[in-house]
């Protein structure tokens, strides 16, 4: 049943690249045993007997975050220039591409990030749905992270927000919860027999990195393959990726179809792209190593602003780790609030103009509504009773030249 709407595409197939349970929370994609029992459960007691750690840590922004004002001078960053990228598929906020890794957090905070995900596998932690070469140990953590305080209280954060906002030149904030933090995750094997896939020798990675970097992106083994997000801004913050690992890094389609990676991110950086313009992924390391990536997910849509954020790669039947109920009920009261302080602006805008004198802009007026309506639709046309086009969509895979 469709709602209304004639489609070609009325349910999610598998065939297309979608998740067809993914009202039941995709038990097609849950994290295997071996895996829980195995690497997860080490991982975990390794953190616990660490000396001081402690559970019920508060998190304590001038401890936690490490950050210095001298590092928005010091960190390299990348315009859509730099990436000699002409043409985008939505306008891009401004002229910001990416910044090179710069130091964020501190270990005890990493501890305590890995930790509370870890130990919300169970109901949080979903196998993905799309991924290039993606074994029992990649996997995806978000969607509820209502019980880990810790976790919450660093990603909505107002020092992080401004970090983020100064770095990109643009006012953002954390959007709705159940994407507030994902976290990707790809843990090293401690099977024997799986360790032979990986390379022997310093030779054997060089070779196969050189041949990732000379490719388009679309064979680099991910946890996401080539992908535009769906939010404005994430803040990708490693928080496991040894310094011995080789491969891993984030990786960007540059205007000219070839790959930059943005270089070795060490523990407890933060990297930050546009996200929404730029096509990227995130490669997993060519040797048998954890890479953890936290990413907070920002949005425009500040002061009465609509944002700019869809449900494409985030949507139930396209990402598992997003719970059916609680992502649209998270989703439509976001935008919902973006709205009604959006409509209030206008409102109010229109009242002050005509009581100063300056009249009713009719133009202006029918121009704001197009938007309004644009916005409108953008709530709810890509939702599953609605419309199931294949994943990914087509754009995804399309050079900018040829947007
Ligand atoms: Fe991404």
């Given at each position: 049943m469709t709602a209304g709407v004639q489609t070609l595409y009325p349910k999610p197939l598998k065939s297309n690249g979608l998740v067809e349970s993914y009202k039941d929370y995709c038990p097609t994609h849950i994290i295997p045993e071996k895996t829980i029992n195995n690497e997860i459960n080490s991982m975990i007691k390794l953190i616990e007997s660490k000396p001081g750690f402690n559970k019920n840590l508060?998190?304590?922004?001038?401890?936690?975050?490490?950050?210095?004002?001298?590092?928005?001078?010091?960190?390299?960053t990348f315009t859509l220039d730099d990436l000699e990228i002409e043409k985008t598929?939505?306008?891009?906020?401004?002229?910001?591409?990416?910044?090179?890794?710069?130091?964020?957090?501190?270990?005890?905070?990493?501890?305590?990030?890995?930790?509370?995900?870890?130990?919300?596998?169970?109901?949080?932690?979903?196998?993905?749905?799309?991924?290039t070469n993606a074994t029992r140990l990649d996997f995806h953590i978000g969607c509820n992270f209502k019980k880990s305080k810790f976790t919450n209280d660093l990603a909505k954060s107002e020092i992080l927000s401004n970090i983020v906002s100064n770095f990109v030149g643009y006012k953002l904030k954390p959007v709705w919860e159940s994407d507030l933090v994902h976290i990707n995750c790809s843990l090293a094997t401690n099977d024997p027999i799986e360790l032979n896939k990986f390379p022997k020798d310093q030779n054997e990675i060089e070779k196969i990195l050189k041949l990732q970097d000379a490719c388009d992106g679309q064979d680099i083994p991910s946890t996401l393959g080539v992908h535009y997000d769906s939010i404005s801004i994430p803040l990708v913050i490693m928080l496991d990726l040894p310094n011995e690992a080789q491969g891993g890094q984030t990786t960007i389609l540059t205007g000219k179809n070839t790959v930059t990676r943005v270089p070795d991110p060490p523990r407890g950086s933060g990297t930050l792209i546009q996200?929404?313009?730029?096509?990227?992924?995130?490669?997993?390391?060519?040797?048998?190593?954890?890479?953890?990536?936290?990413?907070?997910?920002?949005?425009?849509?500040?002061d009465g602003e609509l944002d700019n954020c869809v449900t494409t790669s985030l949507k139930p039947s396209v990402l598992p780790k997003n719970e059916f109920n609680k992502f649209y009920k998270d989703w439509t009261e976001y935008k919902f609030l973006k709205l009604e302080s959006h409509l209030k602006k206008i409102r109010e805008q229109i009242v002050d103009?005509?009581?100063?004198?300056?009249?009713?802009?009719?133009?202006?007026?029918?121009?704001?509504c197009l938007k309004i309506e644009k916005y409108f639709h953008g709530i709810y046309e890509e939702m599953e009773c609605?419309?199931?086009?294949?994943y990914p969509p087509p754009y995804f895979n399309t050079p900018y030249n040829e947007l």
């Open positions: 508060k998190f304590d922004p001038l401890k936690h975050i490490i950050f210095n004002d001298e590092y928005y001078k010091s960190t390299k598929h939505i306008k891009p906020l401004n002229n910001f591409g990416a910044t090179f890794p710069f130091k964020l957090l501190s270990e005890e905070a990493i501890d305590m990030l890995i930790w509370e995900a870890l130990t919300t596998i169970d109901t949080n932690g979903r196998l993905p749905n799309l991924a996200g929404r313009v730029l096509r990227h992924l995130a490669s997993k390391p060519v040797t048998n190593h954890n890479r953890i990536s936290f990413v907070i997910s920002y949005a425009t849509g500040v103009d005509y009581e100063q004198g300056k009249g009713f802009d009719q133009e202006l007026f029918v121009e704001k609605v419309e199931n086009k294949p």
